[in-house]
């Protein structure tokens, strides 16, 4: 049976796959970027006749380290490439079944590329919806 942690998971393993990112499950306390965070943002159940399959939308939300801007953006924009080894896009769709969790995934945009603060930190992210079908 697919659960909520086993997708998350699935999600994880898929972002571990650019290297040097860092996967959380959680919202961390202090991010020690680059870091791939995971967050649910709505279930639709029954989406097909009968029981069938649920929608699940999440952000995948990327901190990179801010230690100036211009130097931050260079960090963040391949990962906001459509293709690529650090397409953010490109690893989550790498396995669309997220590892048997699921019957398909996708990458439906680019939310938010900007400024994040932390605690008292300052970091800049970008923020992918992403759709999956279980």
Known sequence: ????????????????????????????????????????????????????LDEYMFTVTVIVSRA?????????????ASSGTLSVKSAIELDRSLGGSANDCRVTGLSTYGNLTIGETNYLAGEWSVTVFA
Do not use: H
């Open 1 to 52: 049976m697919t659960t909520l942690g086993s997708i998350k998971a699935g999600l994880a393993a898929n972002l571990a796959t650019i290297t040097g990112m860092r996967t959380s499950l959680q919202i961390p306390e202090q991010p020690q970027p680059p870091v791939a965070i995971i967050t649910v943002n709505s279930i639709n159940y029954d989406t097909t006749f009968g029981r069938g």
């Open 68 to 80: 100036d801007g211009r130097n931050a953006q260079n960090l963040l924009d391949p990962y906001c």
